[in-house]
């Protein structure tokens, strides 16, 4: 019960403090000076922003944009900054209204307080013009304008004291609340620019044309491998960590390959095979030992991605292009060899079929004369009708787009429809016996 009583007792004096000490404040001369200080300055920057923007056309309606390129793009930006005239100028009013306070009444702390929510006023509003990305916005919405407010009011070093007190130590590891939330915030951020750069950098190194495009793709993987080791280092750098003292951690890192995290090891691995020896690149036609097929859309790290005609996409392991057979169609050569069959009837003078199919393939746009020309063989005499096949060489591969089986088979058609050659179908002969008939036959007999 006594320190239950010391308690109230202390309790109730602090009250009795904080209550002396602001109705000293709000019946001071000091507080009413200031915020008359406060009114007038607010009152001058909205006279002098109103005057700004009839005088001074910028401010007015929008001028129309002549320039291009580059500068347009930064006279789009100012013109989202007009509406900011009035909060900057409130800044700068209540900056001489905290000279002047000082000066004649000895204090300015509630003009200071009144200039230092203006300027986050002020940030916040420039955020919102400046920055259209959405995740931008929102970090340095709920982010820059926190820790800009806490360094208005001087509370930032307090705060980080606090947050890097709360710690938790594992050896000689230490990691305080305040390293992680600056490890998230950095690392996400870092990150986020090294995507962006990425493709970027990837974009303006596959446009060279004058290098082939294994050159091309394996100069972009390598541009992403250097561009994310540069943001490791420097993350390493901003957390203030010791890079040697990564060593520490190479242990747990061997093990951890060694366990769980092999198979990405290893694919990771063999992407950079990959690149290396250009067993694949972007544009291949893979065929893999599945029966599964498509073009090489993309290359990653981890994976290489094919597109399949039909629009699905096959994300295939980069092990499995190392450890596993597979079929590159258009490796060295786009171009490819196939043949379709056929069958004629067996009236038919089969020394002329040859000629008039070669000839009737040879008109096929995309039908090459090199490295072969169009070759009809005949290849069995079946139950039907003698088997004819046709091999031609074209450039590209017999799906998707192309359907050049189907407009090779079309032309054959026509060229033996034109030359009264038939095309056999299988055929039936029905008998219909009269019962009656045979039975009397049987009788006679």
Request: aromatic share 12%; charged share 20%.
């Amino acid at each position: 019960m006594a320190s239950l009583s010391a308690w109230t007792a202390r309790l109730s004096e602090w009250r009795d403090v904080v209550i002396d000490r602001l109705v000293t404040w709000f019946t001071s001369p000091a507080f009413y000076g200031q915020i008359a200080a406060i009114l007038i300055a607010l009152i001058l920057a909205w006279i002098t922003a109103r005057l700004v923007k009839k005088r001074v056309p910028f401010f007015g309606e929008a001028p129309e944009i002549r320039a291009k390129g580059l500068l347009a793009k930064l006279i789009r930006i100012l013109l989202r900054f007009r509406d900011l005239l009035w909060p900057f100028l409130a800044v700068a009013f209540l900056a001489v209204a905290i000279s002047v306070s000082d000066a004649a009444l000895g204090r300015s702390w509630l003009v200071r307080l009144a200039q230092s929510a203006a300027l986050i006023w002020l940030l916040y509003e420039a955020i919102d013009r400046a920055i259209t990305h959405p995740m931008l916005r929102t970090l340095a919405i709920w982010l820059g304008i926190p820790v800009a407010t806490l360094h208005v009011f001087g509370w930032y070093d307090d705060v980080v004291r606090v947050l890097d007190g709360i710690s938790l130590s594992v050896g000689n590891i230490r990691l305080s609340l305040y390293f992680l939330i600056k490890a998230a915030v950095f690392g996400g951020l870092f990150f986020w620019l090294g995507r962006i750069t990425t493709e970027a950098g990837q974009g303006a190194i596959r446009r060279q044309e004058s290098l082939d495009r294994p050159t091309r793709e394996l100069f972009a993987k390598l541009f992403e491998l250097a561009l994310y080791a540069v943001i490791f280092i420097l993350l390493m750098q901003v957390l203030g960590l010791d890079l040697t003292a990564l060593a520490i951690f190479g242990g747990a890192i061997g093990v951890g390959l060694g366990f769980g995290l092999q198979q990405i090891a290893a694919n990771f691995i063999s992407g950079i095979i990959i690149l290396l020896e250009r067993s694949i690149t972007v544009g291949d036609y893979i065929e893999l030992e599945d029966g599964k097929a498509g073009v090489v859309k993309q290359v990653n790290m981890r994976s290489t991605t094919l597109e399949t005609f039909d629009g699905k996409e096959i994300i295939v392991p980069n092990e499995k292009f190392i450890t596993t057979r597979f079929i590159n169609w258009t490796h060295d050569d786009p171009r490819q060899r196939y043949e379709v069959e056929f069958l004629v009837d067996y009236e038919t003078d089969l020394h002329k079929v040859p000629e008039i199919v070669e000839q009737a393939v040879s008109r096929h746009p995309r039908v090459l004369q090199q490295p072969e020309k169009p070759d009809c063989e005949l290849r069995e005499f079946g139950e039907y009708g003698v088997r004819f096949a046709v091999e031609f060489w074209v450039e590209g591969i017999d799906d998707g787009p192309n359907k050049f089986s189907s407009d090779v088979l079309f032309l054959i058609w026509d060229a033996l429809k034109e030359n009264d050659i038939r095309i056999p179908y299988p055929r039936k002969e029905v008998t219909i016996i009269d019962r009656r008939t045979v039975a009397k036959g049987a009788a006679s007999s």
